[in-house]
């Protein structure tokens, strides 16, 4: 459980270090090559943290502590449900969902990055109806 629970704190440490830099950088500042490569470095450790080491730690503690191996059923066959669900498949389950916050928060870090210099439109009052109240003149 410990070892699940860093795993997710760094993960989240550094999706706040990408968006906190984010704030910070000026658009369109020059980078430098050692920059561009510390950079690429940390991108690649993000990927593989979310993508290999989180679900890893992820099904070790589910299969080691908690027990939830294919043998341990969570749902049995009856008259009107014929599946067997087994706590493994739960897991396996968690694991696409933990895959699934990986590439949103990916998604979402790279469109975080690209807009951070774009200005947001301005609020143009609108009629009762939602046209806008903007006269040509």
Known sequence: M?????????????????????????????????EAMAAAMFA??????????IPHQWLTWAEGELGWRSDRLLAEPTGN????VSYKTLADIIAVVIYGVGIALHIGLWAVWNDRGKKKPAEVPASRYGRPLVRKG
């Open 44 to 53: 690649m450790f993000l990927l593989l943290w979310w993508y290999g080491v």
């Open 2 to 34: 410990v070892a699940f629970i860093c795993t997710l704190l760094v993960g989240f440490a550094g999706v706040a270090g990408v968006i906190l830099y984010g704030r910070r950088r000026p658009v369109g500042a020059p980078l430098s090559w050692g």
């Open 81 to 84: 449900q014929p599946l067997t």
